[in-house]
């Protein structure tokens, strides 16, 4: 018997009584593009509606948050765990409903993808991730930077003087895949793609390689106690320029030893993936050299750009400066403790997401850096607030500001686009993802 897919079933509730024929069967065939979409199930009449505009917070929470969360809502990881704290759901469903109401995403990032990648609950997290974020994924932190400097480069260029709104553009939009200012659709299409071990192993191992690097210039802050804390921070911002140069030379000495047959094997890595910063200056010096410069011109030109206000003071590379810095201020001290291997990740996720972000909710260790002098002065700029487990109740406080924030009509707007069991907490979100992969039986 040949299977017959009827394409009623694509038509959700909530119906209401029908414009054509009066039926109570008009119901909710798609929401895209900020159009909802509604049909009938019984005449098949169509109707279309232009949905309000939306402008939705950015919150960014980190790994530990995610991992906190699936592990209170994964039956698989929670057996593993002892005592459960029952704020991580209560921050979910807080999350859930704002995001539901479209009111706020949580974006992902790679940074969120790289570290989920190297434990045994990659899939786990990738779903609760997506959930929360609508699929709305930042850049990797090198391609924002990137995006901010080359903002800066356009108006030095046109001799136009370099604000913070021209590093961060149009905004959150220049450094986001996804639809971020739309209404979501109701279907969430999850395709599971798994990486392959080489990925896995290569995160782990760029990973390992940051850590130790942590530990030795730790080692090294530690015995700077006559230091200012504007020294670190000179000494970091400006280390922009060595650092992606460097990287670029012993890329094209990689090259040349593979152009006489002369490579070692720990070049290949490099050659077949060079790294965003050395595409970065390649794409300068190709810049420079279309502008008429010769090569020496052209990295003449890129070492005065480099050196410049208007590129040390790109947001990622001035945050980033300002962390390093309060860090190295900890070392000096002599605090004993040396940051955890995932520092360097924090480190890129804060400096690089907070400008486009309303509020992240990271790490105590992180949160406080954040509220000490200088950083707390620099980064009010940005407007944005950071929370951490040790202000998780003023987070909560946040997130239902958000809500009292919206317009009167939007609550009653989402529950007739979506339905009245929308806002209900879809907390089985991991047991069933886990129903959802394991082989059936029939
Ligand atoms: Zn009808």
Redesign the pocket.
Known sequence: MALRWDPRIMIRPPYVP??????S??GTLSISNNHWIRR??????TGTTRLPSLQKRLIYVDQMVLSNIAKALDPVWRETRGEQDSFWVELFKGLERLVKMQLAVCVESPIHDQESAVTPYAATLRRLREYLSEKVEFHSPIVVLQHQLHNALRSVEANVPVTLDTYLGAGARDVTDGRLDQWADRLQISVNFARSGDDIESYRRSRDQAGNAMEHIWARWATQSGRRFQDWYDEERRSLYPTWTGLHRQHVLRMERYTYGTQRPEDMEDIINPGMAVMVVFGLLHHFKEAGCSVTQAHERLQTFFSSEAALQAPANDISSLLFAALARKAAAGQKKVPNRGTPNDINAISSYLPYCQALFVDDQFAGLLREKPLVTQLQRYGASVYSNNSRDAFLTFLKQVESDAPPDHVARVIEVYGEDWLTSFDSILADERARRAPRNT
């Open positions: 029908c414009p054509a024929c009066g039926e069967a008009f009938c199930r019984s005449c098949n009449h």
